[in-house]
């Protein structure tokens, strides 16, 4: 299978990319951006009207919504071994955890950098961002009491649901009033480990 991937450094594409690199698939990456007044390629619009990465081509099709490429992937290429399978006592919590990151944790960061989108007015904006930046703290912080103890999120099992709680570590920002990471401390200790990966060294250098 041969890929492509709508790209951004510094987004949600990164953690996809990671994937691509443990797959060892042939992928090209398609620059585009985030920013809010540049025009994303008519391409990554037709599959994505939203406008966001990542978005995720292949031979025969595409998708976007970083949870659902990432359990696709991991399903089309059983062979890394980092999803549990579909009959797995596991299966349940890695699908959990992937829904709960992309449905609450990532929400809370757009709160921060698009409020435009959750504001009736530019005045209404700061509070979207203070209470994204609060939110933050709340979501990881049920992420952070659901690891407890277990060396990865999934136990012993070592999963690309880390990889993606790897990425979203990364978009911490104490200057942007988000809370630090160290406030986590079994979440950080989950970053680190999978900071050491050959794959994530490749894509976050
Ligand atoms: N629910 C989507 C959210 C993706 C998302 O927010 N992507 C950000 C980058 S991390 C983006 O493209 N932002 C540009 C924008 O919101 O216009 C997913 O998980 O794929």
């Not at 009959?87 to 757009?110: H, I, K």
Request: aromatic content about 12%; some cysteine; proline content about 7%.
């Amino acid at each position: 299978m041969n890929y492509k991937l709508y790209y951004a450094e510094g987004t949600a594409s990164m953690g996809v990319r990671v994937l691509l690199e443990e797959i060892g698939a042939p992928y090209e990456l398609l620059s585009t951006t985030t920013l809010r007044d540049m025009p994303r390629p008519p391409e990554q619009l037709r599959i994505n009207p939203n406008g966001w990465v990542p978005v995720l081509v292949w031979d025969d099709g595409a998708m976007y919504e970083c949870a659902a490429i990432i359990i696709f992937l991991c399903d089309q290429h059983r062979e890394i071994n980092l999803a549990p399978a579909p009959n797995s006592p596991l299966r349940s919590l890695f699908l959990q955890t992937l829904v709960y990151f992309s449905s609450s944790v990532q929400t809370a960061f757009q709160q921060d950098y698009h409020p435009y989108r959750f504001a009736d007015t530019v005045e209404d904006e700061p509070g979207i961002q203070r209470r994204g930046q609060r939110r933050l703290a709340e979501t990881l912080q049920v992420v952070d009491n659901q690891i407890g103890e277990k060396k990865w999120i999934l136990g012993e099992y070592f999963s690309a649901a880390d990889i993606y709680l790897y990425m979203l570590s990364t978009w911490l920002e104490p200057s942007r009033e988000h809370p630090a990471l160290s406030n986590f401390p079994n979440v950080q200790r989950i970053a680190q480990q999978t900071s050491v990966r050959p794959s994530v060294k490749i894509v976050y250098g």
